[in-house]
């Protein structure tokens, strides 16, 4: 099972980028998905999260307004709109996939991960 994050890199803030998440390995249409993201010398925390329907999604105060969680069951795909990107926002972006018994902003309850994009915000 892998989970492949692409589409970070460097953007001036106000800009935005478009984070996909590819999964293989086996379907997680019946599963939900998240971001996370971590900051150097900063713990890794909850961007935003969708059910596996995406019938239900969950954002961060700090990114409520200028992200946008999707997904793409039919190709095992989720993705992370993100508009008006601040400097804050720089940071190793990871996808999550695989949640169980804990809260969906929760990251001990997601068990596969991808590798993380960076995604880095000039000011």
């Known amino acids: 099972v892998q989970l492949q994050a692409s589409g970070g890199g460097l953007v001036q803030a106000g800009g935005s980028l478009r984070l996909s998440c590819a999964a293989s390995?086996?379907?997680?249409?019946?599963?939900?998905m998240g971001w996370f993201r971590q900051a150097p010398g900063k713990e890794r925390e909850f961007v935003a999260a969708?059910?596996?329907?995406?019938?239900?999604?969950y954002y961060a105060d700090s990114v409520k307004g200028r992200f946008t969680i999707s997904r793409d069951n039919a190709n095992n795909m989720q993705y992370l709109q993100m508009n008006s990107l601040k400097f804050e926002d720089t940071a190793v972006y990871y996808c999550?996939?695989?949640?169980?018994?804990?809260?969906?902003?929760?990251?001990?309850?997601?068990?596969?991960w991808g590798q993380g994009t960076l995604v880095t915000v000039s000011s």
């Open positions: 999550a996939a695989g949640r169980t018994f804990f809260q969906i902003v929760d990251p001990r309850g997601y068990i596969y």
């Open positions: 390995g086996r379907t997680f249409s019946s599963s939900d």
């Open positions: 969708i059910t596996w329907s995406g019938g239900s999604t």
